[in-house]
């Protein structure tokens, strides 16, 4: 009933000074409201990035071809080595007990056309593989086979951006269309990818057609550039990169000829790590911000409580003088403090919860409102309420009846 009553009592005190409490209000709700947006912004950001990378492959590893060696008075006319061959796919998967599937890759870029249309794409030669190793389904129609593979058949699948600007207005399944001088049927159309991890390519910027049709009918080269290997187990992607390393080394006999590795193994999850670091040192940078901003909102609490102590102390000596004790003064005016600790926190949290779906709705970027977030800063709002509010009552508390009584 004491509790039920001093709560009554400091909500009418808080009530009748309308203006000072809503100051006190606004200090707390700002600095509780501003963590939780940059929080769902950071933990959207942190999932649109895992996102990404899965979208390019689960437990990928990409092994490029190396850099050619440059001689300096000769020209480089060509900027990877070519000692990366077909048969180093099927070597990889043989030899590396934890990997589960390789797509050789070759690409170059060709101008396509159909009809009256052309544009500059990506072609990639690869093998049906790709379409899992890489996540990348067809939208329309379908991906190419092994036996379309293995007979160097002339079908096209293509990418979606590829699509809208030769066939802007028409179904492209069963379409003939030239790379080069090659033509080539079409039998599907890629989901859209948007840019890659790198920012500078257009993943949807490109023609996937059959890795032996590739190197012989439209490349006319013997090696490839580039392999996508899928690991099984996440945990596993190190021991695997070391193990593709150890196949290749023997293949190429590099290891033997006292050579360099004339190739590099990329790991999709140090990218991955790399983004998340960023992010990481950005919600180090908010939990900073957080502390200052609610510690400033606990610092009006105080100015406002002790204001308040000061203009009531003909209350408190009369509620003295008629048998309060000082524990009845303290309850009183920590609940005070803890109401505008609370309030504050709760603005701030339904502030924060309205702003962060409007910044997703009305922008780019993705939010993420976490609830364990919300908790913390409510529960961040009573603490901070409380620890600005025990000055103020404790002074409150031991305020002389008599003197208190005198006061105007």
Do not use: C
């Amino acid at each position: 009933m004491k509790l039920a009553r001093n709560l009554q009592l400091s909500v009418k005190a808080l009530v009748r000074h309308r203006v000072r409490t809503a100051l006190a209000l606004s200090g707390m709700a700002l600095g509780v409201g501003a963590v939780l947006v940059l929080t769902a912004i950071g933990e959207g950001s942190e999932r649109q990035i895992v996102e990404e990378i899965d979208a390019l492959g689960r437990n990928l590893l990409i092994v490029s071809a190396g850099e050619a060696r440059r001689v300096p008075w000769r020209r480089r006319s060509i900027a990877k080595v070519n000692t990366l061959v077909l048969d180093d796919a099927e070597a990889v998967l043989r030899g590396s007990p934890d990997v589960v599937a390789v797509a050789p890759e070759q690409e170059m870029g060709r101008r396509v056309k159909y009809g009256t249309m052309s544009t500059i794409a990506t072609i990639r030669g690869t093998t049906p593989d790709y379409e899992l190793i890489r996540n990348f389904h067809p939208e329309i129609g379908r991906f190419f086979t092994w036996e379309e593979d293995h007979n160097s058949e002339r079908v096209a699948v293509l990418g979606s951006r590829v699509n809208e600007l030769l066939f802007p207005n028409e179904d492209p399944l069963s379409k003939t269309i030239l790379i080069g001088k090659t033509s080539f049927r079409v039998i599907g159309v890629m989901e859209s990818k948007g840019a890659s991890t790198d920012g500078l390519s257009e993943e949807d910027n490109q023609v996937v057609i059959p890795i032996r049709t590739a190197l012989r009918r439209v490349f006319n080269v013997d090696y490839i550039n580039m392999l996508f290997v899928q690991v099984g187990e996440r945990e596993r992607m190190d021991a695997a990169r070391q193990q593709i390393a150890e196949v290749l080394r023997t293949r190429h006999r590099t290891r033997e000829l006292g050579l360099e590795d004339d190739f590099s193994i990329q790991n999709q999850r140090v990218i991955l790590e790399a983004r998340l670091e960023t992010i990481e040192s950005f919600r180090r940078m908010t939990a900073g911000f957080g502390i200052v901003a609610v510690v400033v909102g606990g610092v009006g609490i105080l100015a406002i409580m002790l204001l308040a102590v000061r203009e009531r102390r003909n209350e408190v000596g009369l509620r003295v003088a008629v048998g309060a004790r000082q524990k009845d003064i303290l309850t009183q005016f920590l609940v005070e403090s803890l109401l505008l600790g609370a309030s504050g926190g709760a603005f701030g949290v339904a502030a924060a919860v309205a702003v962060s779906w409007f910044v997703g709705k009305t922008t780019e970027w993705d939010t993420v409102i976490n609830g364990t977030a919300l908790v913390t800063g409510l529960v961040s709002a009573l603490a901070i309420g409380t620890v600005f509010g025990v000055y103020p009552a404790q002074r409150a508390a031991r305020l002389d009846p008599i003197e208190a009584l005198r006061a105007e």
